[in-house]
Structure formats: C-alpha cells, structure tokens
C-alpha cells in the first residue's frame, strides 16, 4: 500500500523540504553511530538496516512528495526480494529525488569534510561495488537488455527460479561467459582483480541492476551513485571510466 499524498500548501511543501535536508544531514554526520545492531550485516544490507533506523519507507515517501514504487509484491513496511511473480517496480522519479537531496555536501565545503572519512569507513566500498556491476554490465548493452527481458517474461509468467540469479556468481571473473562458443559467448569490458568481489554481493548486485533495466530506472539510479562518487570518489571514478 502506498502513503497517500493530500494537496500541500507552497509553504508546507517548502517546510517539508526543509526538514528533510535536515534529517539528510544529521544522518551523514551521525551515520556511524546509528543503527549499531546492523554491524551483522553486510554490503548495502548494512546500509540500509541503518537508514531505516533514521526513516522508514512510509516516512521517506511521505517527505518526498511521491510513492516510492509504482507497482510490485512490497507491503507499506517490507521489502519482498524473492517474489517470483513479481518485482518492486520504482517510481521513476524516485532516484530523481535521491539525487536531488542526498548529497547536501555538494554545495557545503565543510560538511563535505566532515563527512569524506564517513564515506571511506561506510559507503565507498558499496558505492564502488555498485559501480563495478553496473558498468560491466553496462559494457555490454545487448547483454544488459536481454538480461533484463528474460527476467521480465519469467517474473510475469510466474517461473523465476528462487535461486535465479545463482548463475551470475562468477559474473566478474575475466572468463565469464553466457555460451562455450567462442563466437556467440557474450563480451565485456574487465577490469582485473574486480573478481575478488564476494560473489554473494555479485549475484545480488546484478539481480539489482537487471530489475532497474527491467523497470526503466537504471539511468537514473545510475546517475545518482555517479554523481556520489564524483563527490566522494573521483579518483576512482576517473580510473573505471577513462581506462583503455
């Protein structure tokens, strides 16, 4: 069920959004303090067991002004992740919003020093692991797509296999390929040492970004997470986008 949004006011719009940057920027500065049970967690499930310890889905829909998802298995307070008739479709204006106001350091110096060792200790490995699935895939559009249709035709025919995306753990090592034949296997872009990425996190990432194509949302997910590591990372993001 989505949070219902009732006419507001230029005002309380502007009140509404006021708070919110609030919130953002106390949650980067206290980022490592907060949810202190998800330190069982890893990668991105860590990060979000945190956030959700600062604002819940409800509350974030609320404070932006939009449903977060479209349509898709998702109640008002869980996330379905293995559904296998249906997928969380997002609301295509949603990572719009992300973008918008996740990144208050961008036009604040000081905050953005205060909260770069944040982003080393909690987020730059995650941040980065996202990249990295993204832009392997990304490196093979036709790949990319037809990933993204199969999904579709079997979450809408009601046979996605629970363990589906089981076949993509190997996804980074150099030698991945989708056929034996040499000729009709698929090729990618390879960055060496990208395949000591636990493959846990690898099958889990690609599941992500094949549902963002599927959806339509990945070039807006996509830019947002760019536009983090061109803030917090640049180094590294010169170095996985101007290499030969």
């Known amino acids: 069920m989505q949070p219902s949004f009732q006419f507001l006011t230029k005002g309380k719009i502007a009140e509404r959004e006021e708070r919110f940057k609030s919130l953002v920027?106390?949650?980067?500065?206290?980022?490592?303090?907060?949810?202190?049970?998800?330190?069982?967690?890893?990668?991105?499930?860590?990060?979000?067991c945190k956030?959700?310890?600062?604002?819940?889905?409800?509350?974030?829909a609320e404070y932006l002004?939009?449903?977060?998802?479209?349509?898709g298995p998702h109640s008002k307070y869980y996330l379905e992740r293995n559904d296998q008739s249906d997928f969380g479709?997002?609301?295509?204006?949603?990572p719009k919003k992300l973008r918008d106001y996740l990144l208050p350091a961008k036009q604040n110096p000081k905050l953005l020093q205060i909260t770069k060792p944040i982003y080393e200790e909690w987020i730059k490995q995650t941040a980065r692991d996202f990249f990295i699935i993204y832009q392997k895939l990304d490196s093979n559009p036709n790949?990319?797509?037809?990933?993204?249709?199969?999904?579709?035709?079997?979450?809408?025919?009601?046979?996605?296999?629970?363990?589906?995306f089981d076949r993509f753990i190997l996804f980074l090592y150099p030698a991945y390929t989708d056929n034996e034949d040499p000729e009709e296997s698929s090729k990618f872009k390879?960055?060496?040492?990208?395949?000591?990425?636990?493959?846990?996190i690898v099958k889990e990432l690609v599941g992500f970004w094949i549902r963002r194509k599927a959806d339509g949302t990945d070039l807006e997910f996509i830019s947002?997470?760019?536009a983090l590591l061109n803030l917090y990372d640049p180094e590294f993001l010169e170095f996985r986008t101007n290499s030969k």
Request: charged residues 25%.
């Open 143 to 164: 790949f990319f797509r037809k990933e993204a249709d199969r999904y579709l035709m079997l979450v809408e025919e009601g046979r996605l296999d629970p363990f589906y």
């Open 25 to 48: 920027e106390s949650t980067w500065i206290q980022f490592p303090k907060i949810g202190l049970y998800c330190e069982k967690e890893v990668s991105y499930h860590k990060l979000f």
């Open 224 to 226: 947002g997470l760019v």
């Open 65 to 71: 002004g939009i449903p977060i998802f479209i349509s």
């Open 89 to 94: 479709h997002y609301n295509p204006e949603f």
């Open 190 to 200: 390879v960055f060496g040492g990208d395949e000591v990425m636990d493959a846990q």
């Open 51 to 60: 956030l959700q310890t600062v604002i819940s889905l409800p509350k974030l």
